[in-house]
């Protein structure tokens, strides 16, 4: 009983004093509502992470080794998001924005080198969107994910076939999306993938490899159907190549 007291606590904070702490001050000023209760968290809730500025920060939000969380001025934090930052940590840049019921879980008991979510400026992480950062996941500026988006930066292996395949361990390479991308509705990006600046992702697709910077991919896997700079899109064909 000891044991699975300690590895729960282990999975939640960096010691038992921040469990307390952190819990006491979500407990006290998480539920309150309206702006505010978002003056309010913006206020206390320096005490258990860092924030650079003002953020805000709806009730409902849960947050998990909140001492990793680093959020910057007009960063926001919709109903019922989960940030679980265990360490390498989670930093949203400055006015971007995680909408409702959206996941960001580093989940680094591995003690994974380059664990951690990064997110720069003026980005959106769409409704109940999951970025699973193991690997590693860095999202650049001006980056929109639309709803029910999957960022994966973690695999299993699954070569040895007399070992179930939980027993075989993973793969944590990486994620990466720059600068001004458009991840549509339902897209799953899987680990070791670059996605260039200014890319589009169709909604569903399932990226499996590289996409470069200006490309349109669609599909799964998905492929590339057009480089915009090579191909400039007509406006009144773009509703049937891309759905959000």
């Known amino acids: 009983m000891l044991n699975q007291l300690n590895t729960y606590l282990s999975r939640q904070s960096q010691s038992l004093p921040h469990y307390i702490w952190e819990h006491a001050v979500q407990f006290v000023c998480g539920w309150a509502p309206t702006i505010g209760g978002i003056v309010l968290r913006a206020l206390a809730y320096r ?67 380059h664990a951690g979510i990064t997110i720069g400026a003026r980005s959106l992480i769409g409704e109940s969107c999951i970025l699973r950062g193991q690997g590693g996941i860095t999202i650049g500026n001006d980056v929109y994910l639309g709803t029910l988006v999957q960022v994966l930066a973690v695999n299993h292996v699954f070569h040895d076939t007399t ?6 361990g993973i793969t944590a390479e990486g994620i990466r999306i720059d600068d001004g991308t458009w991840v549509g509705s339902g897209a799953i990006i899987l680990d070791g993938i670059k996605i260039g600046r200014n890319a589009v992702i169709g909604a569903g697709a399932v990226v499996t490899k590289d996409v470069p910077d200006y490309s349109i991919v669609v599909g799964n896997p998905a492929r590339i159907v057009r480089n915009l700079q090579e191909e400039p899109l007509d406006l009144s064909s773009a509703k049937h190549l891309i759905v959000y």
């Open 47 to 113: 005490s258990i992470l860092h924030m650079s500025g003002l953020a805000a920060i709806e009730d409902g939000v849960r947050i998990r080794f909140a001492s990793n969380v680093y959020l910057d001025k007009g960063a926001y934090l919709d109903h019922g998001v989960y940030l679980h930052a265990c360490p390498g940590g989670i930093r949203i840049g400055a006015e971007s924005m995680v909408m409702k019921n959206a996941i960001l879980h580093v989940y680094n008991f591995r003690n994974l080198p």
């Open 163 to 168: 070992r179930p395949i939980s027993h075989q």
